[in-house]
T-cell receptor, first 114, second 110 residues
Framework: GPKVLQIPSHQIIDMGQMVTLNCDPV?????FYWYKQILGQQMEFLVN????????KSKLFKDQFSVERPDGSYFTLKIQPTALEDSAVYFC????????????FGAGTRLSVL | GQQVQQSPASLVLQEGENAELQCNFS?????MQWFYQRPGGSLVSLFY???GTKHSGRLTSTTVIKERRSSLHISSSQTTDSGTYLC????????????FGTGTTVSVSP
């Protein structure tokens, strides 16, 4: 079936550095999402993105976070600067339309901030 | 805020046994989705179930909107069913952000 690819699968960085998480969504999908899951806790919504704009974001989507998808390439989540509490697995998802039944998730990127 | 509780938190099964997983919402909901997550793996959508009962192979999902709950039934469990099952629903405040449950970790032994 359709696949969402996330690169890298694991990233280790020092606190204060910038990090970019990459997501290659399903090719004909138009809506993109990031979710965050701290180890042992619930998956939580960060942001969704459509037509070059953030449509919704949660309070977890701090000012240090930004998303973009330049020229139909990777959908990225950038954190600058990183903090210890940003350590988590970040899941990217995409959908063709607004319906939840078409939501596809990637395998996640584990971010470790030291 | 809106809460989603899943029970049980974990479940150990012998291959061939059936299981019932529950999902309860603290606020009204308009749809429900069940996901399967392998250890360290991506989420796979099992059911998008706004209401009523849906079947897919050995899995059955039943959502009762009025009672703010949904269940996932696994029949004749197999070792490949091991993993974490998550329920999720859009926020009652609208939009498309999914509110996820706490998850049920299922372990099926041969």
């Amino acid at each position: 079936g359709p696949k969402v690819l996330q690169i890298p699968s694991h990233q280790i960085i020092d606190m204060g550095q910038m990090v970019t998480l990459n997501c290659d969504p399903v090719s004909n999908h138009l809506y993109f999402y990031w979710y965050k899951q701290i180890l042992g806790q619930q998956m939580e919504f960060l942001v969704n993105f459509y037509n070059g704009k953030v449509m919704e974001k949660s309070k977890l989507f701090k000012d240090q976070f930004s998303v973009e998808r330049p020229d139909g390439s990777y959908f990225t989540l950038k954190i600058q600067p990183t903090a210890l509490e940003d350590s988590a697995v970040y899941f990217c998802a995409s959908s063709r339309d607004w319906g939840q039944n078409t939501l596809y998730f990637g395998a996640g990127t584990r971010l470790s901030v030291l | 805020g809106q809460q989603v509780q899943q029970s049980p938190a974990s479940l150990v099964l012998q291959e061939g046994e059936n299981a019932e997983l529950q999902c309860n919402f603290s606020t009204s909901l308009n749809s429900m989705q069940w996901f399967y997550q392998r250890p360290g793996g991506s989420l796979v959508s099992l059911f998008y179930n706004p209401s009523g009962t849906k079947h897919s192979g050995r899995l059955t999902s039943t959502t009762v909107i009025k009672e703010r709950r949904s269940s996932l039934h696994i029949s004749s469990s197999q070792t490949t069913d091991s993993g974490t099952y998550l329920c999720a629903s859009p926020s009652y405040q609208g939009g498309r952000a999914l509110i996820f449950g706490t998850g049920t970790t299922v372990s099926v032994s041969p």
